[in-house]
Structures are given as C-alpha cells and as structure tokens.
C-alpha cells in the first residue's frame, strides 16, 4: 500500500489542493448583494395631509414568475434565455422587496402612514385593497428593464374597481453597471406605484372608497 502508487498519489493530490485553492483564492470576485429602494420622495405627496390620518390601503403581497424567485438576479441575454448573475445576488427575498418597496412609494404619494402590506396589522378599517402581480421585470443586455404587471383595486367592501395592465419600461445608465440596473429596477417600480396612486386618490376623490 505504500508502494509506488502511494508515492505518485501526493504529487497529484496537492496538485488537485493548489488548483482549488486557486478557484477560492483572494483572486476570485466576491458576491454582491443589492437591495431595490423606494424612488418617491416626500414631498411627492399630498401637500398639507396627515399622514395619520390618511388614506388605509391594504397590499395583498405580489406576484411574481417562478424564475424570478431566486437569490440570483436574472438577466433577459435573448428572447427566451434567461442568464443568472450568481456573483450579483439579491439581499433579501425579491417577492417581499417588491412588496415593501411598493408599500413605501404608495405610502409617500398618498402621503398616508397606514399603507400596509398583508398579512401586517392595518390601521382601521381599509379603503381600498391591491392584488398585483407581475409578469416580466428583468434588465437585458442592452441595460433597458421591462416591468410587466397587472394590478387590480377593490374597495373597502370588496367590490372590484379597476383592472389595470402596466408595461413600464427604464434604461439604466450603464448596461454594465449592477447599482445601475437596480437603480433602474426601483424607477420602475416606482412609475408603476404612481400609476396605482393616481387612480387610488381619484376614487378617493369621487367618495368611492367604499368603506365596510
């Protein structure tokens, strides 16, 4: 057993360590991690309303595409090839960062601090509710990111309001710039929370809330 196989066996096996010590070296590219953040500032919202006193907007939580829902952010390299950036991962899990983002930026835009995404604790009685889900909302290659949604919004009673289709579309300013391309992620949710606030402070407008 220590014969001539066993000498030749060490030479090859610290061969095989140096070569993965090299793989794992100081060398190698650390993994990122981002975050998507809210886009709409304060002073977006109602000018003098309380936010105490605001609008109660209940988020059912997203939906989002099964290849999506994964740590690794997901580039559209064609038509119909997807490509995992495994060293640009997300923070957190990306169907509740949609979820607490969008939260946010309908928070500041109805400038109301009782916007909650469920199953949280509303505060009071809701007067409208959100289902979302999305369909697409990956960057490409080019840096442009596409947001394909539908979002639906019922009143406080449950009766249905609006169905709406959205296809929001942001270009990063450098198609090879990771901070860049969730930049442009958050801008497009965003758009899509102003198109969502609009509607929800006409109806509130009209006395169309529909309380229970």
Same mark, same amino acid.
């Given at each position: ?6 000498? $030749? ?29 809210? &886009?709409?500032? &304060? ?6 309303a ?14 989002? !595409? +099964?290849?999506?829902?994964? !740590? ?5 390299a ?10 640009? +991962? ?11 983002? @969008?939260?946010?930026? #309908? ?8 916007? @909650?995404?469920? !199953? ?5 009685? !809701?007067?409208f509710?959100?289902? @979302?889900s ?12 596409? #947001? ?14 609006? @169905?709406?289709?959205?296809?929001l579309? +942001? ?6 710039? &990771?901070?860049? $391309?969730?930049?442009?992620?958050? +801008? ?5 929370a ?19």
């Amino acid at each position: 057993m220590s014969g001539r196989g066993g000498v $030749l066996g060490w030479p090859i096996l610290l061969m095989v360590m140096g070569v993965l010590a090299g793989c794992a070296g100081p060398g190698s590219p650390p993994t990122r991690f981002f975050l998507l953040t809210a &886009q709409i500032g &304060q002073e977006e919202g109602r000018l003098g309303a309380d936010r105490k006193a605001g609008l109660v907007v209940e988020l059912e939580p997203v939906e989002i !595409p +099964q290849y999506l829902n994964r !740590p690794e952010m997901v580039t559209r390299a064609g038509g119909n090839r997807l490509q995992l950036e495994r060293m640009n +991962q997300w923070g957190g899990d990306l169907k509740e960062d949609i979820g607490r983002v @969008t939260m946010e930026n #309908l928070g500041r835009l109805l400038h109301s601090e009782r916007v @909650t995404l469920l !199953p949280g604790r509303s505060e009071g009685e !809701p007067d409208f509710r959100l289902v @979302t889900s999305i369909h697409r909302f990956e960057p490409d290659e080019a840096g442009e990111v596409v #947001l394909e949604a539908r979002w639906i919004l019922f009143d406080g009673r449950g009766g249905q309001l609006e @169905t709406r289709h959205a296809r929001l579309v +942001q270009r990063a300013a450098r198609a090879d710039d &990771q901070d860049a $391309l969730v930049k442009a992620m958050s +801008q497009a949710l965003a758009e899509w929370a102003r198109e969502m606030g609009v509607v929800i402070l006409a109806r509130a407008k009209d006395g169309k809330k529909g309380k229970r």
